[in-house]
């Protein structure tokens, strides 16, 4: 229950900002919009939430590109991108890009786990994309580190469709048993 | 641009602004800074007679694969059958990035010029492996890659080494300085397109592909000016009819399931089909210099697994084409695999020798290694096929279609052959393959395309509880029978050389590189590289020893140990 409050106050927070963005000049006004749900210091206020600092450039691109065509839905997103042309979205993309990944104290998995990881990496090839250490690249997210729920709900909303503006990881996500997902994130998170 | 009292770093950051300065002053780089070298000049410059004689070189390494005929046999036999015992490292030099490795050493009168992931591109002195200058492309925010930032290497022509990036650029270098002469777009990366291939070099042009097979793109082969970078021609490898004669099988006469019918029909509306039908070029062309043809391999069609929203044979996907070098127009083309919908697609480069026909009479022929473990031999004059060798690999339940469930069929989608070149030895009859053995599913889902991102149309999924394995194969071409076969403890990707000491020479993802007898498989020599041998070797002579060279970086496509080491080898004093 307590949980599902901080989600609620987390929520409410942001949509306040949200709706308090108006026309902001420079991309450091632009991002003080991101900053009431990812963080100001680069730690999201909420654990579904993805961290972005540090994050690629062309990643964060492509999502907000995405976010404001509606192949990825999130009312919060939808309402955040409305208004920004491809250049804020690139420049917004560079100037998260460049921040600091943050260090979210995820402890590291047990070696049960990273077994299963490891079997899932065999099998899908995570790393045939994320590359070594799951650090991405350009257009593709770095995952280690990254906050733990974001991760188990994002692969299980890429497995059921929830997300579907990455066809290519609903189909890698549906190849990997539901049970292998948690064992996953912990992996992940902690890497 | 030597600058041997400087910190690594400072090097670097002064390497990386006379780089940046270059970008900014393309147009008045194209002076000749050095006269052009003639046969009696320093060699350092590039003819067209020399990249003619490439195959006749047994000092230079000139081509990605040897020669224009990309036979990968090098004619040096100082290091040979009776000696290669002895071999040992004469340079380990290491790059500043441990990333896969799959760059082939090019090397002119002493000098090499290799490249790493992430588009670095290194010059060494070939003798010692002192860093002579080391540039760096700074990429775009976007970039759009199916499997690793890898590069294959530079092509070399005149005084300029020629790099295409994973941002879809291609860079002009001068050889001597590392300093950028020229850059120009090849395709929109945002759109799917990147460079991994080294490009070719040939009389005044620089031929490059595409990759984005993955992604949704229409695949081209484009010829660039080597002096300025225009664009003087553009075969797109999806034409607009690209339906073809709806066939039922395979190349090698194996039905291929298809739905015709339901294709038949819905092939009225795919009228837009071709601008994302794929087709990736990303392997060097062969280039035959008597008729002035060019043949290369075509990949996949888009989405790879999910042929629903794709009818007809998908032309000229998984195919050999040929065009003419002058014109870049359409001269024939021989398609494998009709339909793909499994991605066992033609990778790893042409190959050019005479080969025997059915008939009995020695034909030019052109030779392809597949992902389905067959290398096939077909006429240059009309790409037809001549014949298929045996399989070089498991094959199951070919061809199973892909199922929402996941359908098991060998083999896997990596090969067979990947990307790896082949090698020959012209006087045995041989060529030589390296294989993977890796069963997986294949598993089909429908979605559009998702812009700029990984669209499979499905997954295919390695089964962890099976082994894997890989080979080295001796097929006789003029046959298809194989003379012999080396097993593996892992599947093999990254290349192979042939020589005149009767030798060929290749790495494995454990870090072994090894050299074995061309006519029988032996295993003569081997290193432990301490990282993944997952690059073609090279060959080549200074000061009148011969070494080898390749690349130990890992893989990122099978997960092999990185490293970030050019290794040379030689025969001690």
Request: proline content about 5%; charged content about 20%; overall charge negative.
């Amino acid at each position: 229950m307590r949980r599902k409050c901080s989600i609620l106050s987390g929520t409410l927070l942001c949509l306040a900002a949200v709706a308090a963005s108006a026309q902001p000049q420079t991309v450091e006004q632009k991002a003080e919009v991101c900053a009431a749900c990812h963080g100001a210091k680069g730690i999201p206020v909420d654990k579904t939430y993805p961290v972005i600092w540090g994050q690629h450039q062309g990643y964060l691109y492509l999502e907000l590109r995405d976010f404001k065509s509606g192949a990825r839905k999130n009312d919060l997103m939808t309402a955040v991108v409305a208004d920004l042309s491809r250049d804020d979205m690139m420049a917004l993309a560079a100037y998260f890009a460049k921040k600091t990944w943050p260090d979210l104290r995820q402890k590291s998995a047990p070696d049960a786990e990273a077994a299963v990881a490891n079997r899932v990496n065999v099998s899908i090839g995570c790393t045939g994309c994320h590359l070594g250490q799951y650090q991405g690249d350009a257009t593709v997210p770095r995952l280690a580190g990254q906050q733990h729920d974001y991760l188990l709900k994002s692969m299980r909303d890429f497995r059921s469709r929830a997300r579907a503006n990455n066809p290519g990881m609903t189909d890698l996500m549906k190849a990997t048993a539901e049970a292998d997902l948690a064992p996953e994130a912990d992996f992940l998170a902690g890497h | 641009m030597l600058m041997p009292d400087m910190p690594v770093l400072r090097r670097l950051a002064v390497m990386a602004s006379v780089a940046a300065a270059g970008l900014f002053n393309i147009g008045s780089a194209l002076a000749d800074e050095t006269k052009p070298a003639t046969l009696y000049g320093d060699m350092s410059s590039v003819t067209q007679d020399m990249l003619d004689r490439a195959g006749q070189n047994g000092n230079d390494f000139l081509l990605t694969n040897g020669n224009y005929s990309q036979q990968r046999f090098y004619p040096n036999a100082q290091i040979n059958r009776g000696n290669v015992a002895r071999l040992r490292p004469a340079w380990i030099f290491q790059t500043d990035l441990m990333e896969s490795m799959e760059t082939s050493p090019i090397i002119v009168n002493g000098i090499m010029y290799v490249t790493t992931s992430f588009d670095h591109v290194y010059a060494l002195d070939a003798r010692t492996g002192e860093e002579l200058w080391h540039y760096q492309q700074k990429l775009g925010p976007i970039t759009t890659y199916c499997c690793g930032p890898n590069n294959r290497g530079v092509a070399v022509y005149g005084d300029a080494v020629y790099l295409a990036t994973l941002d879809s650029k291609l860079v002009a270098l001068d050889a001597k300085t590392g300093k950028v002469k020229w850059s120009s777009d090849i395709a929109d990366p945002e759109a799917g397109y990147s460079e991994t291939m080294a490009p070719t070099a040939v009389d005044g042009k620089i031929l490059v592909g595409t990759n984005g097979g993955e992604y949704g793109i229409r695949g081209f082969v484009k010829a660039f000016d080597a002096k300025d970078g225009h664009v003087i021609w553009t075969f797109y490898t999806i034409p607009e009819k690209n339906l073809g004669v709806w066939a039922e099988k395979d190349a090698t006469g194996r039905d291929l399931h298809r739905d015709i019918a339901t294709e038949k029909a819905n092939a009225p509306q795919a009228t837009e089909l071709y601008k994302r039908l794929g087709g990736g070029v990303w392997q060097n062309p062969s280039v035959d210099l008597a008729t002035r043809r060019v043949y290369f391999s075509v990949g996949n069609p888009s989405p790879d697994l999910d042929g629903a929203a794709r009818p007809g044979d998908n032309l000229y996907t998984d195919s050999l084409v040929s065009v003419d070098l002058d014109t870049g127009k359409y001269i024939c083309h021989f398609q494998y695999v009709p339909h793909d919908v499994w991605d066992l697609d033609a990778v790893s480069p042409t190959v050019l020798v005479d080969a025997m026909d059915n008939d009995g009479k020695v034909v030019p022929a052109v030779m392809e290694g597949g992902k389905t473990g067959h290398v096939y031999v077909n006429r240059r004059s009309d790409c037809g096929l001549i014949r298929f060798s045996e399989a070089m690999v498991p094959q199951e339940n070919m061809w199973t279609l892909p199922t929402a469930a996941g359908a098991r069929m060998l083999p896997g989608a990596n090969g067979g052959v990947e990307w790896s070149p082949m090698a020959t030895d012209p006087s045995l009859g041989l060529v030589y393959a390296i294989n993977l053995h890796q069963p997986m599913t294949y598993t089909v889902t429908s979605a559009p395309y998702p812009n700029g991102k990984l669209w499979l149309g499905g997954a295919f999924a390695v089964i962890p509880t099976e082994a894997q394995w890989g080979n080295i194969t001796a097929v006789d071409y003029n046959t298809g029978k194989i003379r012999w076969q080396v097993k593996t403890p892992e599947p093999m990707i990254g290349g192979i050389l042939a020589t005149a000491g009767g030798l060929v020479f290749t790495g494995e993802g454990n870090g072994r590189f090894a050299a074995y007898d061309s006519a029988n498989g032996s295993r003569l020599w081997q290193f432990q590289a301490g990282a993944g041998v997952n690059a073609p070797p090279s060959s080549y002579n200074v000061d009148g020893k011969q070494y080898i060279a390749v690349a130990a970086g890992g893989n990122v496509q099978l997960n092999y140990k990185r490293g970030n080491a050019i290794i040379a080898f030689t025969l001690p004093e």
